[in-house]
């Protein structure tokens, strides 16, 4: 179910679109030399986005949104046009959250005429999301260094659902010496275990029972690590087993990787990215989990 | 003959080496919210350093100015280790100026162990230097973005001697939404027309003679311009004729070409950038005028 904005007593969020009037709104919010969190989002807001808001409140007393679905990110023939735009209910879920501002560029505000610059990060890129979906993480890349030289914030959260974004947005802003704190946020889950995705939309009721796959399968490499096993060969076997249950499930990568270097492991010993992708009808979806060795 | 340091009552410079230091730097200087121009450098200073210096002086109250080698945007073979680096002189140059603080980062502090981030604006990097220098204007982009974001200035000065650079990185800046101002100062020349060139000092006394082939030919042309020549293959022939006197002197390219969009023009209809770059000796020269259409 899609949560609904709860009732606080808050001042509305102010919005900005142009460049220009984010600049104004940002400069009065810190009037006070306050320090901001920021939350990148492609809108279609869900609890896991909301609790990326409630994280970046707890870090900042000023808090800013961006909504904006960048379409440098999506290869042809990709979701761009159908991915979903609840403007209306986004707004009023992150005025619940006692959101500051609410950044909403168009595309020209991100991307000026005559735009030729690209950011990216290399051999990150290439694996995993980035090897099915190519040019994907230059798109994120590019548009998530021109929101934040946009908002300047002091911090920046991430959500680990996206952990290879979140690793390469990480390094990022490290290696072009950003002066902003990333953070991430855990994977909200629905109660059947589904990662929380704004794509779990695309979904028939047939689909999104069998969905439950991607997160089976990773609880069941979870155990197998619990109980001992560092093969990753046998940890997909494992997740391939069990995504057998699921015949509208087409798998698209099961890989067990180095959380730093992206690059696969042969032997899980010490830390590890389980990390999972599959396509469910309409829908591409991707889940993972991070192995804390001891 | 190289500029000498001019005495003049002024404090000496600030200097910071890490990013730490520099960002303690920058918030003293700009305790009183003054603004902050911005002079990137790679030392060797010349008289035409020393003019967007003073330019940089007047456009701002603050006036930060860095040094250094970057080894990126160096090709394999080039001469990226016997590029002068006379430090010391640098710094009472940069301190008879006036300057505010001297950043001289090394290269870890400018490429975090790590680093995989790279920054490229597409088309305009791959033509003129971009041909003859693969990867060259990546290089430059990857670190100016980086100096940008720790210096963070208000303005920032460039060369047109660097005419495609001053280009690329005003590219860059407004497509990367960096709230920064981008200006550029004149060539600076020697008397007998050559421009000044941290490069120059590579050269023997006749290869030194002979350099003055680059001037002379771009002369050649500006003149035909005035009469109103206007075919960019009589403009070239006439710079190559100029450059047959000089048997030192081999062509890299010479290009009659859009001024934004760096596409090379059949005919000069409104305004172009005649650009030049030669081979002396051990030293690649470059040099240019942008025409302007009345």
Not at 5 to 14: G, N, Q, T
Not at 89 to 98: I, M, P, V, Y
Not at 160 to 175: H, N, S, Y
Request: hydrophobic share 45%.
């Amino acid at each position: 179910m899609p949560p609904r904005p709860r009732p606080r007593a808050r001042k509305r969020p102010a919005r900005a679109r142009s460049l220009d009037s984010l600049r104004r709104a940002l400069a009065s919010l810190r009037a006070r030399g306050e320090r901001v969190a920021f939350v990148p989002t492609m809108g279609a807001l869900h609890e896991g986005h909301l609790s990326l808001v409630r994280l970046a409140r707890r870090s900042a007393p000023r808090v800013v949104v961006s909504i904006f679905v960048n379409p440098l990110q999506f290869a042809p023939g990709e979701d761009f046009r159908r991915y979903p735009r609840p403007l209306a209910r986004d707004r009023a879920l992150l005025a619940a959250e006692g959101v500051d501002l609410i950044w909403e560029p168009r595309v020209e505000d991100v991307y000026p005429k005559g735009d030729r610059t690209r950011v990216y990060v290399e051999g990150l890129s290439d694996v995993l999301e980035g090897s099915s979906r190519p040019g994907h993480y230059t798109g994120v890349c590019t548009v998530v260094a021109r929101l934040l030289n946009a908002v300047q914030p002091d911090l920046l959260w991430l959500g680990q659902k996206d952990a290879q974004q979140a690793l390469i947005l990480e390094r990022m802003c490290a290696d072009l010496l950003l002066p902003v704190e990333v953070r991430r946020g855990p994977t909200l889950r629905e109660e059947d275990g589904l990662a929380m995705s704004s794509r779990n939309s695309y979904l028939s009721h047939a689909e999104r029972q069998q969905a439950v796959a991607l997160s089976q399968g990773l609880a069941a490499a979870w155990i197998l690590l619990r109980e001992g096993e560092r093969s990753a060969q046998r940890l997909a076997a494992a997740i391939r087993r069990e995504w057998d249950g699921y015949p509208l499930v087409r798998e698209d990568y099961i890989a067990i990787v180095d959380p730093a270097s992206l690059e696969p492991l042969q032997r899980v010993r010490g830390h590890a990215l389980v990390a999972v992708a599959a396509h469910v009808g309409p829908a591409r979806l991707i889940d993972n989990f991070p192995w804390r060795a001891r």
